[in-house]
């Protein structure tokens, strides 16, 4: 099943494909068992081999139980899917790990803005490197980001961070991610935004520790470049 979705480089996937996982399983498994059991009492109780159905009104246990014993069912598998994915979102939406880097992330039609701390580590000092479409982090650093929208609607989608987030005019909205593989990575947008939605994407920059701090170093007017 793994290879079916796009590659995990972020420190939570795990545990957002676990949840999809066992989604997958239960619905998968009892799709399969229902219809085989529809097929089965189709071919069984055919007209040619069965008298007349009749309207049977369920006054014993017994015949409640062909109702209750699947609400039963169904109540205990959706309890486990929900201890399951209270768990993830636990982590990845309530729980707070300390930042390594704090970076912003705006979507406007139909481009996102990102802007990084410069050397300083700071946010909305005079050497933020601001960037469009393209977010550049270090590798296995907690990430923190605020996400805003300047128009309308959007949704910050980085399928293989797992993460997906929408993003809301006149709010800013405080997530988190930790890559864990250097490369790059397509960024999305999930919202139908407009007109130029599709084309609503970006690039995510995966840097070594060493490669961030080069990155930074050029970016900045002291270096000289
Ligand atoms: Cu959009």
């Given at each position: 099943?793994?290879?079916?979705?796009?590659?995990d480089?972020?420190?939570?996937g795990?545990?957002?494909?676990?949840?999809?996982q066992?989604?997958?399983?239960?619905v998968?498994?009892?799709f399969?068992?229902?219809?085989?059991?529809l097929?089965?009492?189709?071919?069984?109780?055919r007209r040619?081999?069965?008298?007349?159905?009749?309207?049977a009104?369920a006054?014993?246990l017994?015949?409640?139980?062909?109702v209750?014993?699947?609400v039963?069912?169904v109540?205990?598998?959706?309890?486990a899917?929900d201890?399951?994915?209270?768990?993830?979102w636990d982590?990845?939406?309530?729980e707070?790990p300390?930042?390594?880097?704090?970076?912003?992330?705006?979507?406007?039609?139909y481009?996102?803005?990102?802007?990084?701390?410069?050397l300083d580590g700071?946010?909305d000092?005079?050497?933020d490197i601001?960037?469009?479409?393209?977010l550049?982090?270090?590798?296995?650093?907690?990430?923190?980001?605020?996400?805003?929208?300047e128009?309308?609607i959007?949704?910050?989608?980085?399928?293989n961070l797992?993460?997906?987030?929408?993003?809301v005019?006149?709010?800013?909205?405080?997530?988190w991610?930790?890559?864990t593989?250097?490369?790059?990575y397509?960024i999305l947008?999930a919202e139908l935004?407009?007109?130029?939605?599709?084309?609503?994407?970006?690039?995510?920059q995966?840097?070594?520790q060493?490669g961030?701090?080069e990155w930074?170093?050029e970016?900045s007017?002291?270096?000289?470049?």
């Amino acid at each position: 099943m793994e290879r079916w979705l796009p590659q995990d480089v972020s420190s939570y996937g795990h545990q957002v494909d676990g949840v999809i996982q066992l989604i997958f399983w239960i619905v998968g498994i009892w799709f399969v068992a229902a219809l085989g059991i529809l097929l089965f009492f189709a071919v069984r109780y055919r007209r040619s081999n069965s008298p007349r159905a009749a309207y049977a009104p369920a006054r014993s246990l017994r015949s409640m139980s062909f109702v209750l014993i699947p609400v039963v069912l169904v109540l205990l598998f959706d309890l486990a899917i929900d201890t399951a994915s209270t768990r993830a979102w636990d982590h990845i939406k309530v729980e707070m790990p300390p930042a390594g880097q704090t970076i912003r992330v705006i979507g406007k039609q139909y481009v996102w803005d990102f802007v990084h701390p410069g050397l300083d580590g700071e946010l909305d000092t005079a050497d933020d490197i601001k960037e469009t479409n393209t977010l550049h982090v270090p590798v296995d650093t907690v990430v923190r980001f605020q996400l805003e929208a300047e128009d309308v609607i959007h949704s910050f989608f980085v399928p293989n961070l797992r993460l997906k987030q929408d993003a809301v005019p006149g709010r800013s909205i405080t997530g988190w991610f930790e890559a864990t593989r250097e490369g790059t990575y397509q960024i999305l947008c999930a919202e139908l935004c407009g007109i130029g939605h599709t084309n609503m994407r970006g690039w995510l920059q995966v840097h070594s520790q060493q490669g961030y701090r080069e990155w930074l170093a050029e970016q900045s007017p002291e270096s000289g470049g």
